[in-house]
């Protein structure tokens, strides 16, 4: 049994992509985050795990609602606390939903595909395998993490503490797996949607995701106003 696990701020403008900010406003940059969501829930719900689980900070509106539903994601609230926190938080939800393999990603990357989340789950599940799963970000950071066993009593030491958001973070979050001994499975290097050159790059590689149709839309509306 496994799970996969979408960790998520709700598409609300000025809280979410603010570094999208210009050339995009608020409300566009709102708009790229809940394409980028739905493609990234999209791309879980693909994925040959046993459960779905959708964390999120605030509350989903209606449209979000109906696809996290739709695709079979229970939801729980993200908790107060630095990413180091939430994410072990996360891992601990998964965990009490099934002591199996849990693969975590971010709203960040819309031009994943399922089959490496698939290449992920198989590498855990099956024995001897491998005991975690890690796959950097070229900012530094990393836009998946997975663990064989999130209920073990040494997950909350792999995951808090690591520093966020800077261009070390990935390697601190390997380096801990690493030095408890984890056979660590490395998975493909992607760009996370944090700028506007980055939400092009990413449109290019996936053009047929929801996050490129929202974005040209906008491109679009930006070119005629």
Known sequence: MST????????????VKTRLCPPFTPEEAAEL??????DSLGI???AAADHRLLVLDGEPDFELRLAYLDAGFIREPQVTG????RIAAAFADAARLDPGPALLIGMDTPQASASVLDDALAAMTVRPGHDAAFAPAEDGGFWALGLREP???RTAALL???PMSRSDTGAVQLRRLEQAGLDVLHLPMLRDVDTADCAYAAAELAPDTAFARRLAGIDARMRSA
């Not at 985050?33 to 739905?38: G, R, Y």
Request: glycine content about 6%; overall charge positive.
């Open 160 to 162: 808090l503490g690591v």
């Open 44 to 46: 879980a719900a693909a």
């Open 33 to 38: 985050a809940a394409a980028a969501l739905s």
């Open 4 to 15: 996969v696990i979408v960790l998520a701020k709700a598409p609300v403008p000025g809280r």
């Open 82 to 85: 630095t990413l180091d926190v």
């Open 151 to 153: 209920a073990h009593p």
